[in-house]
């Protein structure tokens, strides 16, 4: 196994991501590009090496395919590549109904079924002392969990609504792996960009040139944006989520949700290699 350790950022070809790549890399940090457009994003990666100090390495990531992801985590495993920082960055929200390669709605799939899987798959080779790092959103406020939260379908859904239950969930798995690893002084916290500037604000519809004009200029840049992520993963707390470089603890009512144990239950039935 080599000794040099990781930080392994998801949709790292982002504008979110792009900027905690770009961050981590001028720094010093040995960073993995997980990528689902590999050939798209090749370019960015060794503009960042010829930038910067740390040493930059893409890999194919799919998050929309537990394929995917379990070849992912067997490529590091394979390349004895340890693992200091996990920042779970990807994330979607569609305006359509789409499922994934499994057949689960695209953005619970995404937001929260696939990163769970790939965060398990990791945990062995995350460094003692380590970070992982969640993007959550203040839609988990209206976010619902309960035991129809995998039953999303073209009739019922809204972007908003698929959106809202992901970031709820990713924040309740924070909050249950902050204390399941906490025996390993494994830091685990979740970060909240805030409204950036980005193509998932758009919403397709009349007045997105409207709002161009009026709201895009008082919202965050993505680098701005990046700052809660990399808070989170320089933070020696954990159970935390940071909006920026402040920070304040998960409060109570999620910590204790009365669906944390059955969503992780029912995350880990449906990620479990069948045959």
Known sequence: MTNTPYIIVTGAGGSIGQAITRTLAH?????????????????????????????????????????SIRRFADNIQERGYTIKALINNAGVMNKEY?????????????????????????????????????????TRYIGKVDEQFFNLTADNYGRFKAYSRSKLATTLYTAHLAHKLSARNIH?????????????????????????KLFRPLISTPQQGATSALSATEASCSGEIFEKTRHHTIPKRLRKHRYTQWLIAEAERLTTRRG
């Open 98 to 138: 789409r499922t994934t390669r499994e057949g689960y709605e695209m953005t619970i799939g995404v937001n929260f079924l696939g990163t769970y899987l790939l965060t398990e798959l990791l945990l062995p080779g995350i460094i003692d002392g380590g970070n992982i790092t969640f993007t959550t959103s203040l």
């Open 188 to 212: 685990v916290n979740a970060a909240d960009p805030g409204v950036v500037d980005t193509g998932m604000i758009r919403m397709d519809a009349w007045f997105d040139p409207l709002a161009d």
């Open 27 to 67: 720094a010093g940090h040995n960073v993995i590009m997980a990528c689902r457009n590999v050939a798209k994003d090749t370019p960015l990666c060794d503009k960042i090496n010829n930038e910067c100090s740390g040493t930059v390495t893409i890999m194919q990531l799919d998050l929309a395919s537990f394929d």
